[in-house]
């Protein structure tokens, strides 16, 4: 993997947005206080869940269990349990909860996806904990959306809310600015001859990252002492049902055969 630029200005990264501390060391506490909580509360529930639960691999065969409509993805090979990802999460936690209406993230997603206002689609945790936070593999958010929303997942953005200095000892994540532009690609494809040379960006808690779901991006393992957690929020057009909303409507139709739960995570998650 090449990883030829490091970002750090308040630029437009051809399609992407980095906005440097867009939060207060204050809020990034409280929003910390909020994920630690909400990763507290999904695991009680899983512990106590009766075996056995719901339970399947993620494509590169890490496993992910499903409690209360929670997709809990584990990190593979820790010698404790260890939380990699949550979604969907914001319902979990007040602090989260939030964070929707917060027009420090709502105007810059309208923006990019250029409609007057926007609304939930569904929310992540990334936690990528010290020493044991593993790689995501190149990929688009498009890919797993695609399987609920067909070609409208195009038309969604992801606002990363760093908690956490991020690096790329921690595993920072990288894109490939302009890459949103050439379409769907295959998880695990790295990136081409034609595309921009990829782009760690290295930024404060408290910044935000913003992207289309076409583009492509990666993040390496930490491998650092610091851990590098991350909310997402993926917004839409404002007035679509969010994702759990349209899972409930498939399972009410009886239509979608192939979608059997919103809860799970893609390729790269
Ligand atoms: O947290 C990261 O580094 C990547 C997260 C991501 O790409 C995802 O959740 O789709």
Redesign the pocket.
């Known amino acids: 993997m090449h990883r030829s630029g490091v970002h750090h200005d308040d630029l437009a990264l051809d399609g992407a947005v980095v906005l440097h501390a867009a939060f207060t060391p204050t809020e990034v506490t409280r929003l910390r206080m909020g994920v630690e909580a909400a990763v507290e509360r999904i695991t009680r529930c899983a512990r106590s869940e009766p075996e056995p639960v719901a339970t399947s691999q993620s494509s590169q065969g890490h496993r992910l269990q499903t409690v209360h409509g929670t997709s809990i993805h584990w990190e593979p090979d820790t010698s404790r349990p260890t939380v990699r ?1 949550l979604r969907p999460v914001t319902h979990l936690d007040a602090r989260l909860t939030q964070l929707w209406d917060e027009p420090r993230l709502t105007r810059p997603a309208a923006d990019l996806l250029g409609v007057p206002e926007v609304g939930p689609l569904t929310s ?1 945790i ?1 936690f ?1 904990r010290a020493g044991v936070g593993s790689e ?1 593999i190149w ?1 688009q ?1 498009y890919t797993f959306l695609q399987r609920f929303l067909g070609t409208a997942a195009r038309e969604a953005v992801t606002a990363m809310v760093l908690l956490d200095d991020a690096d790329a000892d921690n ?1 920072a ?1 990288t894109l490939v600015p302009g890459s949103h532009l050439a379409g769907p690609r295959p998880d695990g494809e790295p990136p081409n001859a034609a595309d921009a040379p990829p782009v760690t960006i290295e930024a404060a808690a408290g910044s935000v990252l913003l992207f289309p779901t076409l583009m492509l ?1 990666s ?1 390496g393992p930490n491998r650092s002492e610091r851990d590098r957690r ?1 909310l ?1 929020l993926l917004y839409q057009p404002a007035g679509r049902p969010n994702l759990d909303e349209t899972h409930s409507r498939v399972a009410e139709t009886g239509g979608g055969d192939q979608v059997t739960s919103t809860a799970g995570f ?1 390729s ?2």
Do not use: Q, R, V, Y
């Open positions: 990802n992540k990334s990528k995501f990929h958010d595993g994540l991006h993040s991350a997402l893609g790269g998650e």
